[in-house]
């Protein structure tokens, strides 16, 4: 079975500080993405990628940014967190467009 | 831009009961469609995926149409079970830039919160 792991369930961070969420998948896909959920909004794509060391900005990169040193791993920062980000993020991958899988969530808080 | 509507938003049906979640798009240049199903906190459970060549998938009581020249999917949940309760979201894809396109990422609608009463 596709894994798509995330290092955290849930994360509570002060606003300012930087802040890493990692996502690793075990299926050597190409593609991986990074969404947030909020109520009312449903899902928005903040950032992807189709390749190591590629990135293309979603609709709604600002305040974020995304490290892909190796295939497997994705990872998502946020700069300098404010309350705003206050959001459940979700990590997935794909292979070439076909079936995408989603880890398990980061709910994160910021105070 | 894409847009992803799903009806009704919410729907509560008693248990046994056949039912039609529905999809629809704007843009019919998609590469494939893919429903989800998230229980309250959690992520994404893939259900199925109907690729841009196919017209429905099935995966036992759950079956998926796509007609991309209207926009629309649905998603058919036969003989409905109170552990079927969750949101239902369904995601066009468009083709990725390591497939000839420009995007590749899933584009979703809001969901439909089904609730299946005992």
């Known amino acids: 079975d596709v894994k798509v792991t995330q290092s955290s369930r849930y994360l509570v961070k002060r606003t300012g500080e930087k802040v890493f969420l990692e996502c690793v998948q075990d299926?050597?896909?190409?593609?991986m993405f990074w969404y947030r959920q909020d109520p009312g909004l449903g899902l928005r794509l903040i950032y992807f990628s189709y390749d190591v060391k590629m990135k293309e900005k979603g609709d709604i990169p600002e305040g974020y940014s995304v490290s892909r040193e190796k295939k497997e791993r994705f990872s998502l920062i946020l700069e300098s967190a404010s309350t705003n980000q206050t959001s459940m993020y979700l990590c997935?991958?794909?292979?070439?467009?076909?079936?995408?899988?989603f880890g398990q969530g980061t709910r994160l808080t910021v105070v | 831009k894409q847009e992803v509507t799903q009806i009704p938003a919410a729907l509560s049906v008693p248990e046994g009961e056949n039912l039609v979640l529905n999809c629809s798009f704007t843009d019919s240049a998609i590469y494939n469609l893919q429903w989800f199903r998230q229980d309250p906190g959690k992520g994404l459970t893939s259900l199925l995926l109907i690729q841009s060549s196919q017209r429905e998938q099935t995966s036992g009581r759950l079956n998926a149409s796509l007609d991309k020249s209207s926009g629309r999917s649905t998603l058919y949940i036969a003989a409905s079970q109170p552990g079927d309760s969750a949101t239902y979201l369904c995601?066009?894809?468009?083709?990725?830039?390591?497939?000839?396109?420009?995007?590749?990422?899933?584009?979703f609608g809001k969901g439909t919160k089904l609730s299946v009463k005992p």
């Open positions: 995601a066009v894809i468009h083709p990725p830039p390591n497939y000839g396109g420009s995007q590749g990422n899933l584009i």
């Open positions: 299926m050597d896909h190409e593609n």
């Open positions: 997935a991958s794909s292979f070439m467009g076909l079936e995408a899988f």
